[in-house]
């Protein structure tokens, strides 16, 4: 029989190491917001290190023969983009610095290329390789949407392991966050060969639907469909890949430093589901259509009504035809909170150079602050 204050000690040991779990936030860093216009513009120097674990660099490509490849040699190389950052390790030496493969726009091709032929797969990882220890990174995070065969997927994870680990270098992903769409991922063997699976939890609805929309509802909502629940939100995405086999000190859960938004086809029918007459246009910074930065809703939006909604965790705001979905402080605190509940890895941000950097909603990086102090709590 152990005496009652060995087993308090160990008791209070075991729970701090479970709530010190889930204490990653990673970063990623568009590196092409350091050629946005005016108040969008976001420098290498402009990232806090001590409010990221890991800054994943967005992006780089492979070539025909699968060697990895800058896609903008200005801002990457003659401007220092890849150097910048991994200084910021000078700031935090506990920071990761990761090096992200790939993009929505990018080929399969490629990746295909490189788990089917030994040869490209040897210019894949020595290529990386030389990237890291010329940029000092501390390994590759591929971010391929979305690989449709589980042997192919595979074969790449593993060679990419193979070389990566007896140098010590890390080795992520980002991956579909929707249970219906998901048919590459052997879920077991990408757990046991990766160190972070990044579950992007965003991007649920389709812009051009015709009805305003979430865009990363964290639970179902109490009017959507039994398959909208079951597949539309985070919490469905989150769950489905910790019941396919993923441990849960691997996973993190995306969050969205943007939102979607519409044009109400009547500014009088302002509420979720309601009709839309298009997609709202790109923001001034950001370019894309039906999407606008947290840093954009703040500089411009600051006038609109916001309802937050108690069954999907998340806001929208509306203002005469405007209507956005997106996350604020208080739905990126619950979604942290979230990820400790579960014992996650922690969380990850797409994408860090869309907060509110200049203070119009408030706090200098409202939102990653409000991760952090949920982290810490």
């Given amino acids: 029989m152990f005496p009652k204050f060995v087993i308090l000690a160990l008791f209070a040991l075991t729970t701090t190491q479970i709530h010190a779990a889930t204490d990653k936030v990673i970063c990623y860093y568009a590196s092409w917001g350091a050629q946005r216009p005016g108040n969008g513009q976001f420098v290498p120097e402009d990232i806090n290190p001590d409010l990221c674990t890991h800054i994943n660099y967005a992006f780089v490509g492979l070539d025909k023969d699968c060697n990895i490849q800058v896609l903008d040699e200005e801002n990457d190389i003659n401007q220092g983009g890849l150097k910048r950052v991994s200084a910021l390790k000078e700031k935090n030496p506990n920071l990761k610095v990761m090096l992200s493969v790939g993009g929505a726009t990018a080929s399969p091709d490629s990746f295909v290329a490189a788990a089917n032929d030994p040869e490209k797969m040897k210019n894949m990882t020595s290529s990386a390789i030389e990237f890291f220890e010329t940029y000092n990174y501390d390994g590759l995070d591929v971010d391929w949407e979305y690989p449709q065969d589980k042997a192919t997927f595979n074969r790449l994870l593993q060679g990419l392991k193979d070389a990566f680990a007896p140098k010590g270098y890390l080795l992520t992903v980002a991956v579909n966050s929707i249970p219906g769409e998901v048919g590459g991922y052997d879920i077991p063997a990408m757990s046991n060969v990766l160190d972070i699976i990044n579950v992007m939890t965003y ?12 865009n990363s509802p964290l639970y179902g909502g109490v009017n959507e469909s039994d398959w909208q629940q079951q597949n539309r939100n985070a919490d469905a995405a989150i769950r489905y890949w910790l019941d396919g086999g993923a441990d849960p000190q691997k996973v993190t859960i995306g969050i969205a430093f943007y939102g979607h938004h519409f044009i109400l086809s009547d500014p009088s029918k302002h509420g979720l589901n309601d009709a839309t007459a298009a997609p709202g246009e790109p923001g001034p910074y950001t370019v894309n259509l039906g999407s606008l930065g947290y840093n954009e809703i703040c500089e411009f939006h600051r006038n609109g009504t916001v309802v937050f909604l108690d069954d999907m965790k998340v806001p929208y705001m509306y203002e005469d035809t405007f209507w956005i979905g997106y996350d604020n402080e208080q739905s990126v ?14 969380v990850f941000i797409w994408s860090i150079e869309t907060d509110d950097m200049h203070e119009f909603c408030g706090e200098k990086n409202g939102l990653l602050k409000a991760v952090n102090k949920a982290i810490k709590n």
């Fill in 203 to 214: 991007d649920f609805h389709a812009m051009w639907a015709g009805f305003t929309a979430e």
């Fill in 333 to 346: 605190t619950i979604k942290t909170e979230y990820a400790k509940e579960k014992n996650l890895a922690g």
